[in-house]
C-alpha cells in the first residue's frame, strides 16, 4: 500500500500544482493577481485519504455536493479545511450543514434561503451563500434566471444569519471552453449591475464559476473560485466504495 500511496500522493500534488501554475497564467495574462482566485478541490466521491494528499499539495477549500458525504468527511479530516457546499441543497437537509460550511454555493430559491435562515438564527451563527445563476439556461440544471436574479438578491438580503458574498453558475458542458466565455462574462456584469446598486447585507465579491474542463477562461473573465474535480483528482472512480 505505502509505495502505491506514493505513487498516488505524487499524481495528485502534480495535478494541483498544475492547475494552480494555469490560474497563475491566465491571472497574468489579464493583470490579476493569483491571490484574487480560491482553487476549489471538488471532491465528490473521492475517498479521504485522496483528500489528505491534495491537503499536504497546499488545498485548504474542499468542494462537496452531497450533504450525507460532506458530513461525513469533515471528522476525518484536519479542522482548518474551508469546506463548500457546491451541490443542489434540499431544505430538509439545511440543519445538517449550517453550522459546518465556509460557504453554499447553490442557493437558487428564497424558500431554500429561508431555511438556511432558520436553522442559521437556531444554531446561532452566521452562513455565507452565493446566488446559483443559470445563465446558459439549460433546461437541467438548476439556478435562478439572470432576470430574477437581483429580485432575489434583495429579498433573501432581508433574512437574519445569512449574508449573499456572490453569484454562482454551472456553465455547460462544451469541448471548447472558449464557448462559455460569453456565460462567464455575463455573470460578472450581473454582479457589477448588482454591486452598484449597494443593497444592504449584499456583497458581490465572489464569482464561483469554471470547472476542469474552462476554469482558465473563467479567471481571465474574473471568477474569484474555481471548482476543479477531475483536473485535481483525475476521473471519477465509482467502483471505491465511499
Known amino acids: 500500500m505505502g ?3 506514493t505513487v498516488q500522493s505524487i499524481e495528485l500534488t502534480q495535478n494541483y500544482n498544475t492547475v494552480k501554475e494555469n490560474i497563475r497564467k491566465a491571472c497574468e495574462k489579464t493583470g490579476r493577481s493569483e491571490r484574487e482566485v480560491t482553487l476549489l478541490a471538488v471532491s465528490k466521491t473521492k475517498p479521504v485519504d485522496m483528500l489528505m494528499d491534495v491537503y499536504h499539495a497546499g488545498a485548504r477549500d474542499f468542494g462537496e455536493n452531497k450533504v450525507q458525504e460532506l458530513v461525513d468527511k469533515i471528522p476525518q479530516l484536519p479542522s482548518d479545511i474551508r469546506w463548500h457546499l457546491i451541490g443542489h441543497l434540499q431544505r430538509n437537509k439545511v440543519k445538517y450543514i449550517v453550522d459546518k460550511v465556509y460557504l453554499i454555493h447553490s442557493v437558487d430559491s428564497l424558500r431554500l434561503a429561508e431555511e438556511i435562515s432558520r436553522e442559521a438564527v437556531k444554531k446561532q451563527v452566521e452562513v455565507n451563500i452565493l446566488i446559483e445563476v443559470n445563465v446558459a439556461q439549460e433546461e437541467s440544471k438548476f439556478g435562478t434566471t439572470t432576470e430574477e436574479t437581483e429580485k432575489l438578491v434583495r429579498d433573501i438580503s432581508l433574512l437574519p444569519g445569512v449574508h449573499i458574498k456572490g453569484l454562482m453558475t454551472i456553465a455547460p458542458f462544451v469541448e471548447d471552453p472558449e464557448e462559455n466565455r460569453t456565460y462567464f462574462r455575463k455573470l460578472r456584469q450581473l454582479a457589477v449591475d448588482i454591486g452598484n446598486k449597494n443593497i444592504d447585507n449584499v456583497s458581490m465579491s465572489i464569482l ?14 474574473g471568477a474569484a473560485i474555481v471548482r476543479v474535480g477531475t483536473g ?11
Do not use: H, P
Open 3 to 5: 509505495a502505491e500511496q
Open 208 to 221: 464561483s464559476m469554471g470547472m476542469t474542463g474552462d476554469y482558465t477562461v473563467a479567471v481571465q473573465e
Open 232 to 242: 485535481i483528482f483525475g476521473e471519477r472512480d465509482y467502483s471505491k466504495t465511499i
